[in-house]
């Protein structure tokens, strides 16, 4: 115990005695001034005069007296103060607190003291650690930044040589497929099913990329997707194309995507020969007897076709909508289909497209109000 308490002890018992001192030297000034204030009387160097009950002062020694007088009123309320009172009651309790930390007490606070140190050097060694790592995190995260806007710049232009590649590739075979002997050449290939897969996730991942603003007509994106279409539909114009596309598990996929976009793709500029290429792909495909029954089975198909004819499209566009409708009412003979196309494709808006200001879809509008007209007064 005395190795704990050494130097320190030492030192905390002269604290004692000099706390003891000042509380002792401010008890003495204390008494001093209330014996002052109680009899205010002074005991003269020179011996006075007393006569009976009167004590004769000179008057030098009176001034004196009034001169100490005034001093001590003036200085010692300015010493003996609340600031004073205050200091003498924290002085007796450091004193208390001084006599009570002796011995073993002294050497706990004294370790502790040490313990604390000890845990603080530690903190201060694992902050100046985290700075480091944070520093080193820091110019990691900035590389891999670095490295991820240079793969992201590299995948772009991936993606821009891609679609310059697909767009040259998919316009050649565009102007291939053209002829009807090519169309058995293709489908007979062993890639056809993975060429059908990739025409319905490219039209796909087009319309989920550019959901509103769509990429103009001369863009290599925007042409690989025409020229896909283009495809689609020269294939669907072969009355063995239709055959495939309508039996095929892939063909049927795709005729669904075609009636996808049609839905989903809004009627502007940019769609408008997309659309049209699709509105006449799935024409010749009614034309075949299997893939307009599958046509017709799609509730929605009419519902979109009439929603189309309603939002503002040119004129082609309006007149493949009309023709597809036509085709889709008129070979089935079913009064379920009939009575989808007159909730679909209200008489007023036939009326209005039988005024159109391009004479062809003035007439397939008539037509279509004639043979729409025929098949409700026709018992099924």
Known sequence: ??????????????????????????????????????????????????????????????DSLATETMMLKEFLPKVLNPDYLSTFSQLSHVEQVCLLLTGPELCSVLEEREGLVTHCEQLERRTEAVLTDYEQEKKDKFAAKCEAMELSQQLSQQADYCSS?????????????????????ILSGSKVSEFLELVSSTLQSFLAAYTEDLPSEESDEAQFILALC???????????????????????????????????????????????????????????????????????????????????????????????????ILEPQSSEVVHQALEAVPMQLLQKLSSDINTEVQEAALELMSDLSSLQNTPH
């Open 1 to 62: 115990m005395a190795a704990c308490v050494d130097t320190n002890a030492v030192e905390f018992q002269q604290l004692v005695a000099l706390v003891g001192q000042v509380k002792q030297n401010l008890c003495e000034l204390g008494t001093e001034w209330r014996q002052l204030q109680q009899d205010m009387s002074i005991t003269p160097d020179q011996p006075t005069v007393q006569i009976g009950s009167t004590v004769v002062v000179s008057k030098a020694e009176l």
């Open 165 to 185: 590649l697909g767009s040259a590739c998919c316009t050649l075979l565009w102007r291939v497929s053209r002829h009807e002997d090519c169309i058995h050449s």
């Open 230 to 328: 283009g495809i689609v539909t020269n294939i669907a114009a072969s009355a063995y194309g239709r055959d495939y596309l309508s039996e095929s598990g892939n063909g049927r996929v795709l005729i669904d995507m075609l009636c996808s976009v049609l839905s989903t793709a809004p009627n502007t500029q940019p769609c408008s020969k997309m659309k049209g290429l699709i509105l006449m792909a799935l024409y010749n495909i009614s034309i075949n007897q299997k893939g307009l029954q599958y046509l017709t089975s799609k509730d929605e198909l009419m519902k979109v076709l009439a929603w189309m004819l309603q939002g503002g499209m040119d004129s082609t566009n309006k007149l493949h909508c009309l023709k597809l409708l036509q085709s889709l």
